[in-house]
C-alpha cells in the first residue's frame, strides 16, 4: 500500500494472510453463480424423450433454469460457507506461499 497515511507493513506474514483471505473471499463470493451451475449440470438427471435421447442441459440453459426456479438469489445459495472455506484456505495457501518465495530468494535456492 503506497499511500502515506495508511500505517500498513503488507509485507509482514500476518499481512499477506489477511489480504490472501480478503481476496479468497471475494473470489469466492463472485464464483459462486458459476459453482451452482456446475455443481446443478454435474448432479442433474437427464430423462430421455419419446424418441430415446437423452440431452443434458448446459451452461446457459441451465442458468436459465436456476433463474426461473429461485430469480437471481438463486446464483448466491451456500455463498457463506463457500467464503468461509475458500478465505481461510487461500490465506494459507498465500501466507506459505509467500514465506517460501522470501526463504528462497533471501537462501539463493532459486
Do not use: H
Request: with cysteine.
Amino acid at each position: 500500500l503506497n499511500n502515506e497515511n495508511i500505517d500498513f507493513d503488507s509485507s509482514t506474514l500476518l499481512a499477506e494472510a489477511l489480504i490472501g483471505a480478503f481476496a479468497g473471499g471475494v473470489g469466492a463470493f463472485l464464483t459462486n453463480p458459476f459453482d451452482i451451475i456446475t455443481t446443478r449440470i454435474i448432479t442433474q438427471t437427464v430423462e430421455e424423450d419419446e424418441e430415446g435421447n437423452a440431452q443434458p442441459l448446459g451452461v446457459v440453459e441451465m442458468g436459465k433454469q436456476v433463474y426461473e426456479e429461485g430469480g437471481p438469489g438463486a446464483f448466491l445459495l451456500g455463498w457463506q460457507a463457500r467464503v468461509g472455506y475458500w478465505a481461510p484456505a487461500i490465506s494459507i495457501f498465500l501466507s506459505c506461499y509467500c514465506s517460501v518465495r522470501q526463504a528462497g530468494v533471501q537462501n539463493n535456492w532459486f
